[in-house]
């Protein structure tokens, strides 16, 4: 027999019969039980973290790969996590980040993660029922909800576990991660006074999603403690492309009692006020300020010294992962929540 750090190399048809090793021969070469190595490989926590780690090498190193199909139908799980991505073009690299905190979750375990894209001129829910009906996950993620968002009580009624980043407003409770938009459109405000704006302006997203009302919220209430007007930015939205938003800022500068300070909660709408502030030539610190929310140090990279507040995806997604897993695990536990309160003032 091999101990375990022996790299597996020729025939594996003499480790545990022919074609692709199978979880017999693992617990051959580990010299364990096949219902030891199955829940090893399971991540059980009730196997010890030496010997969890000692067969998952094992398995990399003859590579064996679960049958899946199998899998579902012994267990009636598919052990794939989904996430419906939509378009983020607020956020630069929103779909990575996200990508990266859940697989951090995930790693480990026996879940793989799909992806599901779905595009802005779609119907919203399409997807995740069509992921619910075919059985073609254990769980879901999904981001950008609405104040009563369908896809929320459809899964909601099927008792179907799923996570959300953002919040609802149904009365019943769910999990969700967020961060919160409404301290940050404060936080920022309060910034920009210090600066010496008098005038402080916001680029919302479209008004169906929750953390829009959030955001307005947080400037109203910190313009009216300041005693400084507020502007919201109309017939443009955080998913207007940056050519529109540059387009609006040029006009809005142009005219009478223009905004001097600027709130942008995410990258790509600094990005076209940026544009259309050296277009009219105008220097930032000096004619107008800015507060950027940021999910990367990109930004600080494109434009040195423009002054920021982080809101870490990645942490979000491992976070959602996590809750995500144990409520798959445990469909009875109490649903998780966790609001990222971001800076303090």
């Known amino acids: 027999m091999l101990p375990s750090n022996t790299p597996m190399t020729g025939d594996l048809s003499k480790l545990g019969g022919p074609g692709r090793p199978t979880l017999r021969t693992i617990a051959q070469i580990a010299e364990l039980a096949v219902t030891t190595v199955s829940r090893a490989l399971a991540g059980d926590p009730k196997i010890a973290r030496a010997t969890r780690e000692r067969v998952q090498k094992i398995a990399d190193q003859v590579g064996y790969v679960p049958d899946r199909a199998a899998q579902r139908l012994r267990t009636g799980k598919t052990r794939v996590v989904s996430l419906i991505l939509g378009p983020h073009n607020e956020i630069l690299g929103f779909g990575n980040s996200m990508i990266t905190g859940l697989m951090r979750a995930l790693d480990g375990t026996d879940y793989h993660l799909n992806v599901t894209p779905h595009f802005a001129d779609r119907d919203a829910n399409a997807p995740v029922e069509h992921i619910v009906r075919n059985s073609l ?41 967020d961060f919160d938009n409404q301290a940050f459109a404060e936080i920022a405000t309060d910034r920009l006074v210090a600066k010496g704006a008098k005038r402080i302006c916001i680029i919302l997203p479209p008004e169906s999603f929750t953390f829009c009302q959030h955001l307005r919220t947080g ?31 040029a006009a809005a500068v142009r005219r009478p009692n223009a905004p001097d300070g600027f709130i942008c909660p995410g990258e790509a709408s600094h990005i ?22 940021a999910s990367s140090d990109l930004l600080d990279q494109i434009d040195p010294g423009v002054d920021i507040i982080f809101e870490d995806i990645i942490a979000a997604g491992e976070r959602m992962g996590h809750f995500l897993l144990k409520q798959i695990a445990d469909p009875s536990t109490p649903p998780a929540h966790f609001i990222d309160a971001g800076p303090s003032r």
């Open 219 to 249: 400037l109203i209430r910190a313009a009216a403690r300041h005693g400084v007007d507020h502007v919201v930015a109309k017939g443009i939205t955080l998913d207007s492309s940056v050519a529109d938003i540059s387009a609006w800022v």
């Open 272 to 293: 076209g006020l940026t544009n259309a502030m050296r277009a009219a030539g105008a220097e930032r610190g000096r004619d107008y300020h800015v507060i950027v929310k």
């Open 137 to 177: 996950a254990d769980g879901l993620i999904l981001s950008r909800t609405a104040p009563f968002d369908d896809r929320v009580r459809y899964l909601m009624e099927h008792r179907f576990p799923f996570v959300t980043h953002g919040r609802t407003e149904f009365a019943a409770a769910h999990p969700f991660v």
